[in-house]
Every structure is written in structure tokens, then in C-alpha cells.
């Protein structure tokens, strides 16, 4: 089945710090990739969509000068969480919607999500 | 806007116990809705899904029914094991404006044998 990678699955920082998280579509390629933030007993809560090749679209509220995407590749879309603050501390969960074959439209019936990352920012 | 309203949790059964959660929606047009299970240490994983009213999505032997009417899509199993302990988040999808999915806040399952 469809697989994404989503690296490193845990990181400590310092405050200040930037900390870069990485999302891969193992075998499958994703023009249009999804950012998540949860937090603990809440609901996933989208941040931005990532399209390959263009500026991701960021959720109203979402500090796109803190949070840099980069969707450089179709297997690759990369979250820099820049001069991290104890706030910042979070789940973030990357998700991929695979492309469709010839003829045929995206859906969410093919997205499929990496593990998370767990931030922690002292 | 759309919007999910799930159960609060957690959800605490002894296998072989009857499931339900509850998840209702709000949105305009017509949505697909889903079923996502995210087991310890794992990401989310599709469970199952419905498309349109009436339809019944269902997998490892949870069942949802899409009510249109009640605008709801219950999550229910008719006999709970302990390897179903995990967090389970019910979501909906405009795939016509192919925007992302909207989740509700999840409930966490444990089942105690």
C-alpha cells in the first residue's frame, strides 16, 4: 500500500532554533501534500496545503513566515518551523493525496498520512 | 463552514463489548465522509469511508452509515477486541472544491480483555 515517510518522528529544541520536518510519498507521487498541528485532545487542525512547484496555501491564522513549506519534488514537501517558542510545541502531521491516473480526479479517498512528528521546544 | 462533531472520550469497553461513536456533521453540498484509525506510535489510517446518503462503509467489522437526514455517520462495531484500542477520528471531505479534510477531535478507544 501507499506510504509516506514523515521525519524525524520526535525532536527537542532549544527556543530560537529551526527545526525542518520532512514528509515523503514512498511510492506513490503527491502533487498536493497537507500540514496538521494537534494538539493534546484536540482535532487535527490544518495549517497549509503544499503544491508541488508553488507557494502552499496557508489556513487563516497560520504565520506563513514561521512555518516555511517547501514542496519541491512530487515525493518531497518539507515544514521549517523557524525561531520555535515553547508555544510551537506540538503533533505535526503530514498527509499526501496521491495522483490520480490518467482521466481521473484527486480525492481525499487517496490520502494517505505519515506517523507525526512530536515537537518539543524548551 | 464544514465542520465535524465527534464524542468526547475516552471510550472504555471489555472485548467483545458493542461500539459506538458518534459523529455528526455540518456542511454545505455534499460531502464524502470518513473514517480514520490511528493505532500507538502510527499514523492515520483509512478505516473506512461513505460517499454519498445511504451508503455503508465498513472494514475489519466497523460499520458507518452515511444519514443524510440526521447528518451523522456513527462509527459502531458489534464486537470490540483489545487490538482495537486506538484513537479514532471521523472526518469529512468536499472532494469537489478539493480542499482538505476536516477532522473531528478523535475518541480514544481501550478495550480490556
Known amino acids: 500500500g501507499a506510504v509516506v515517510s514523515q521525519h524525524p518522528s520526535r525532536v527537542i529544541c532549544k527556543s530560537g532554533t529551526s527545526v525542518k520536518i520532512e514528509c515523503r510519498s514512498l511510492?506513490?507521487?503527491?502533487?498536493?501534500m497537507f500540514w496538521y498541528r494537534q494538539f493534546p485532545k484536540q482535532s487535527l487542525m490544518l495549517m497549509a496545503t503544499?503544491?508541488?512547484?508553488?507557494?502552499?496555501?496557508?489556513e487563516q491564522g497560520v504565520e506563513k513566515d514561521k512555518f516555511l513549506i517547501n514542496h519541491a519534488s512530487l515525493t518531497l514537501s518539507t515544514l521549517t518551523v523557524t525561531s520555535a517558542h515553547p508555544e510551537d510545541s506540538s503533533f505535526y502531521i503530514c498527509?499526501?493525496?496521491?495522483?490520480?491516473?490518467?482521466?481521473?480526479?484527486?480525492?481525499?479517498?487517496?490520502?494517505?498520512f505519515g506517523s507525526g512528528t512530536q515537537l518539543s521546544v524548551l | 463552514g464544514n465542520s465535524v462533531t465527534q464524542m468526547e472520550g475516552p471510550v472504555t469497553l471489555s472485548e467483545e463489548a458493542f461500539l459506538t461513536i458518534n459523529c455528526t456533521y455540518t456542511a454545505t453540498g455534499y460531502p464524502s465522509l470518513f473514517w480514520y484509525v490511528q493505532y500507538p506510535g502510527e499514523g492515520l489510517q483509512l478505516l473506512l469511508k461513505a460517499t454519498k446518503a445511504d451508503d455503508k462503509g465498513s472494514n475489519k467489522g466497523f460499520e458507518a452509515t452515511y444519514r443524510k437526514e440526521t447528518t451523522s455517520f456513527h462509527l459502531e462495531k458489534g464486537s470490540v477486541q483489545v487490538s482495537d484500542s486506538a484513537v479514532y477520528f471521523c472526518?469529512?471531505?468536499?472532494?469537489?472544491?478539493?480542499?482538505?479534510?476536516?477532522f473531528g477531535k478523535g475518541t480514544t478507544l481501550s478495550v480490556s480483555s
Open positions: 498527509s499526501a493525496r496521491k495522483n490520480p491516473g490518467t482521466d481521473q480526479v484527486a480525492t481525499n479517498e487517496k490520502l494517505f
Open positions: 503544499s503544491n508541488e512547484g508553488s507557494k502552499a496555501t496557508y
Open positions: 511510492d506513490f507521487q503527491a502533487t498536493t
Open positions: 472526518a469529512l471531505s468536499d472532494d469537489q472544491a478539493g480542499t482538505a479534510l476536516i
